[in-house]
């Protein structure tokens, strides 16, 4: 019944803008971290972004850190991922994920970087950037 499904992808030229969705459904209670990941053809799965849901603090790995901004709606139902000054080394397939607890997306902020082990992920959407 859970389920996390992405939307906004699409090809965009380098130094353009793009903005990712992810609707959240079937969740018994709304207080859990989430965050982004994204996979390039030949390379292995990198945590992108995530949020907090005990204060809306956020991380962001090194490679998208100025660039990329995570967010999520009052109601929690909806994560952005707003991407701009998009690069060719950005071209994946990004999706949301959450193992739907709270604390994890704290820990990767101290230790700097982001667990991949997740219960429930999207199917997730195609992002290529290219001129």
């Known amino acids: 019944q859970v389920q996390l499904v992405e939307s906004g992808g699409g090809v965009v030229q380098p130094g353009g803008s793009l903005r990712l969705s992810c609707a959240a459904s079937?969740?018994?209670?709304?207080?859990?971290?989430i965050g982004w990941f994204r996979q390039a053809p030949g390379k292995e799965r990198e945590g992108v972004s995530c949020?907090?849901?005990?204060?809306?603090?956020?991380y962001s790995s090194n490679s998208v850190k100025g660039r990329f901004i995570i967010s999520r709606t009052a109601d929690k139902k909806t994560i952005y991922l707003q991407m701009n000054n998009l690069e060719p080394e950005d071209t994946a397939v990004y999706s949301c994920?959450?193992?739907?607890?709270?604390?994890?997306?704290?820990?990767?902020?101290?230790?700097?970087?982001?667990?991949?082990?997740?219960?429930?992920w999207g199917k997730g959407t195609l992002v290529t950037v290219s001129s």
């Open positions: 949020i907090s849901a005990t204060d809306d603090s956020t």
């Open positions: 994920a959450t193992d739907g607890v709270i604390g994890w997306c704290s820990t990767a902020q101290r230790a700097g970087t982001m667990k991949n082990t997740m219960d429930y």
């Open positions: 079937g969740f018994t209670l709304d207080y859990y971290d």
